[in-house]
């Protein structure tokens, strides 16, 4: 690995790190990259007797509500809420888990990491990705005229007219994938 840079993923889950200190910049995004922060999508897959009864209820339920707002277009904060939330009022209890104990709690920012990054809600994922190309249109269009002269930019309108280009091409994947 070359020196000054990290792998954007890292297939270990553990990262290349060689020294303490660099860790926080160089582990991966991903929840195995984060073993002292409870997940509770990641802690059922890992729990061999969780076929069948309450845990796998729970987890099917939580699956669901991820997968109906995802059907819904929800945008992605407003999914984190929901799961968050319905973990902590009606599952939270009833967890007992052998490393984090009796009721762990499951952080918003650990819930994003999983919805983000485990390839189980590719929807969401989209979604957010859809969501980067509006802000990206919105923040072309702002700064689109001079307002001292009235004149479009024409470095601006360039790179609204590509990031366009780029989006309608997003389109047409995504419905594929969706169909
Ligand atoms: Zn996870």
């Known amino acids: 690995?070359?020196?000054?840079?990290a792998s954007a993923y890292?297939?270990?889950g553990a990262g290349d790190a060689s020294e303490e200190?660099?860790?926080?910049?160089c582990r991966g995004p991903q929840c195995s990259s984060f073993p002292d922060e409870f997940c509770f999508f990641c802690a059922y897959e890992r729990d061999p007797n969780a076929e069948h009864g309450t845990a796998s209820d729970l987890y099917g339920s939580l699956q669901s509500l991820v997968e109906t707002m995802s059907?819904?277009?929800?945008?992605?904060?407003?999914?984190?809420?929901?799961?968050?939330?319905?973990?902590?009022?009606?599952?939270?209890?009833?967890?007992?888990d052998p490393v984090f104990g009796t009721a762990p709690a499951w952080s918003r920012k650990s819930i994003i990491r999983h919805l983000t990054y485990s390839?189980?809600?590719?929807?969401?994922?989209?979604?957010?990705?859809?969501q980067i190309f509006h802000s990206l249109?919105?923040?072309?269009?702002?700064?689109?005229k001079d307002r001292a002269t009235g004149q479009i930019i024409e470095s601006e309108r360039v790179a609204l007219m590509s990031t366009l280009a780029t989006y309608m091409k997003w389109e047409a994947f995504s419905k594929q994938l969706s169909k």
């Open 1 to 5: 690995m070359a020196e000054g840079v």
């Open 119 to 130: 390839n189980q809600f590719k929807g969401v994922f989209r979604a957010g990705v859809t």
């Open 21 to 25: 200190e660099d860790e926080a910049h």
């Open 10 to 12: 890292h297939f270990d």
């Open 71 to 96: 059907s819904q277009s929800r945008e992605f904060p407003a999914i984190t809420a929901a799961v968050h939330s319905a973990y902590r009022v009606q599952i939270q209890h009833l967890i007992s």
């Open 137 to 144: 249109v919105d923040a072309h269009n702002r700064n689109m």
